[in-house]
């Protein structure tokens, strides 16, 4: 009740962390066992829904955060969870293809308005060095909202998978209403206000700050380069793990309902471990001290490139699941780390949200690029192999984490 009285913008930050995460997790926890078992989407199809989605972000990242700049990030966020809602419910509602398509479409705009918004405004509203620990915070906050969605999303698609898919999305339109009476946004300088240019003069000028800051800054440009590679191996990864766990634990008759328990199960396991982990990071002094995060960041890729290798090979339901969830565990940890190290690097408050969405659109390039490659891998020869292929995808980044150490020291 103290966020609805004070409108405190930390408060607000954790907040929409907890409930938005809440929100995804309750979906998340059967959407991909809804596009397996409910709409029959292949390999192929699977990974294709997901190139869509990227392929969305890319084209819509960059414009989507220069109005979060100009005009609002208040007004950016609000539009981005109302239209991820959106999209969930039409997903829901029509167990066909085509409504999955037009729902990664719907989602991937969404995504780009809150995409580096919601970080943008934190940070102008309470100041970069008390962000860092609202970015701990706000993950750790996450991680307790997943722990409770995924209870209930296992309850209600136990009768239904289709149901937390259609109710977390009409939560998500909710938060996105609610956000209109507990977002202020009273440090926020539109870029308009200071520079008497036109929206298209601003938005060349936005950009060329970007490209003349990656020039110089080797740091910026090997930063944007591991989104690069973390985009080639995500997405096949992460529309193929299911059918590969079924196909590798030979587990495939289970009932809509076991398979359900079985993966809230594991959902539930995952978020525990991450919870734990943001905590800790939380409670350390971690995001005041680069050389850590960097340090951080390495261990925690070395571990998903073990875990994918791992993961691919595997046979047994024990070690699938081990793999599985440490690739999880490390992916949620370095999330937020790797947001720190974004906006310490970043020289430029007005140019803050579109350097996030920078980002994101990197990662999007190599989602869009490696996503069908592992689509058609799977296709003509098999998930194993396209598991191995990930992490093939994702290795080089080993060597750029220690680039950046050397760098760092240097």
Not at 32 to 59: C, M
Not at 101 to 116: D, E, H, R
Not at 283 to 307: D, P
């Amino acid at each position: 009740m103290n966020v609805f009285k004070t409108k405190n913008p930390y408060n607000v930050y954790i907040y929409t962390c907890f409930l938005a995460q809440f929100f995804f997790t309750y979906i998340f926890t059967v959407n991909l066992l809804y596009h397996v078992q409910i709409v029959k989407l292949n390999p192929f199809e699977l990974v294709l829904a997901g190139t869509i989605l990227e392929l969305t972000v890319f084209l819509f990242e960059i414009p989507t955060g220069i109005v979060s700049d100009m005009k609002s990030r208040k007004l950016s966020i609000i539009i981005g969870y109302g239209l991820i809602g959106i999209a969930f419910v039409v997903e829901g509602l029509f167990p066909l293809f085509t409504a999955v398509v037009i729902s990664q479409i719907l989602w991937g705009i969404g995504y780009t308005f809150t995409s580096g918004s919601q970080q943008a405004w934190i940070s102008d509203e309470i100041g970069e060095d008390r962000a860092s620990s609202a970015f701990l915070a706000g993950a750790k906050a996450g991680s307790l909202g997943k722990v409770i969605a995924i209870p209930l999303s296992m309850a209600t698609g136990y009768f239904m998978i289709n149901l937390p898919i259609v109710i977390g999305g009409l939560c998500m339109v909710g938060l996105s209403v609610s956000l209109i009476f507990l977002m202020k946004e009273d440090h926020f300088k539109p870029l308009h206000e200071l520079t008497r240019i036109s929206t298209l003069e601003n938005m060349k000028g936005n950009i060329r700050k970007i490209f003349a800051y990656s020039k110089a800054s080797q740091l910026m440009r090997l930063l944007f380069l591991i989104a690069l590679f973390v985009g080639f191996y995500s997405e096949g990864f992460d529309r193929l793990w299911i059918s590969h766990f079924f196909e590798a634990s030979n587990l495939a008759h289970l009932t809509d309902q076991n398979m359900v328990i079985l993966l809230g199960g594991v959902q539930f396991i995952v978020v525990l471990l991450s919870f734990t982990v943001l905590h800790y990071l939380n409670r350390s002094s971690i995001h005041g001290e680069l050389k850590r995060i960097y340090t951080a960041l390495l261990i925690g890729s070395g571990l998903i490139v073990f875990s994918l290798l791992g993961f691919a090979f595997s046979t047994s339901i024990i070690s699938l699941l081990a793999f599985y969830i440490l690739i999880q565990v490390a992916r949620q940890s370095m999330y937020p780390l790797e947001n720190i190290w974004l906006n310490k690097l970043i020289p430029d408050s007005t140019t803050r949200a579109t350097f996030f969405s920078v980002k994101g659109q990197v990662d999007a390039i190599g989602q869009i690029s490696g996503g069908p490659v592992v689509g058609v891998i799977a296709t003509g020869f098999s998930i194993k192999t396209a598991i191995l292929a990930s992490a093939l995808f994702l290795s080089p980044v080993l060597i750029l984490y220690k680039r950046v150490l050397k760098k760092s020291r240097g």
